[in-house]
């Protein structure tokens, strides 16, 4: 099966400084890459999302590149605020039903 | 549009204990997918079901069972509770989910279920 690594596990910034998460993900058949923040006491949010035949997309200070032939994608988030403080994490997925494999988990802490 | 709704948002059980988790998807959406979340494991795929059916399963134990209901609704059940069984259950819904293309999963707040 699809097998997802996320990096970093932990990350700091200071307000207004940019971060970037990385995933790489194992299964080449995979084509649905989104990713979600979850803060506290909820449940994930989608934030972005990405197919293969598209190699960037942004909305606003998010963006999030995908790279096929070395099977990685990373999130940017610019200007970073405290809001944006939380757990992102990555998936993938591939056109056999809606299971998506998760990333480990990055926690943000944007430093006021 | 209202989100995904999960039902109850907690619950404390005991071991050997069954219990009944209740998801209400998106309107219009007929796919719903069930996950755990551990801080050990991450978030781990259950089952999704679409249009009543099963479609695909994780690597869970048969102890984790899921039913979905005419209006998309769906229900998990897990039966004879393990402490390793705490958690907080997932249920995320998503349209459209006959086509060929991956659809976006919305998620709901979760069930924080503890194993006492």
């Known amino acids: 099966g699809e097998n997802v690594e996320q990096h970093p596990s932990t990350l700091s910034v200071q307000e207004g400084d940019s971060a970037v998460i990385k995933c790489t993900y194992s299964?080449?058949?995979?084509?649905?890459f989104p990713w979600y923040k979850q803060e506290l006491g909820k449940g994930p949010q989608l934030i972005i999302d990405i197919r293969s035949n598209v190699g960037e997309k942004k909305d606003q200070r998010i963006a999030v590149t995908l790279n096929k032939t070395a099977k990685h994608f990373s999130l940017h988030i610019t200007e970073t605020q405290p809001e944006d403080s939380a757990v992102y994490f990555c998936?993938?997925?591939?056109?056999?039903?809606?299971?998506?494999?998760f990333g480990t988990g990055t926690s943000l802490t944007v430093i006021p | 549009k209202a989100g995904v709704t999960q039902t109850p948002r907690y619950l404390i059980k005991t071991r050997g204990q069954q219990v009944t988790l209740s998801c209400s998807p998106i309107s219009g959406h007929r796919s719903v997918s069930w996950y755990q979340q551990t801080p050990g494991q991450g978030l781990q795929f259950l089952f999704e079901?679409?249009?009543?059916?099963?479609?695909n399963k994780g690597n869970f134990p048969g102890r984790f069972s899921g039913r979905q209901f005419s209006n998309s609704r769906s229900e998990m059940n897990v039966s004879t509770l393990e402490l390793g069984d705490s958690a907080l259950y997932l249920c995320?819904?998503?349209?459209?989910?006959?086509?060929?293309?991956?659809?976006?999963?919305?998620f709901g707040p979760g069930t924080r279920l503890l194993v006492l």
């Open positions: 299964d080449s058949a995979s084509n649905y």
């Open positions: 995320a819904s998503s349209g459209l989910a006959g086509g060929p293309r991956v659809e976006t999963q919305y």
């Open positions: 079901y679409f249009s009543e059916t099963q479609r």
């Open positions: 998936a993938a997925s591939r056109n056999t039903g809606n299971q998506f494999y």
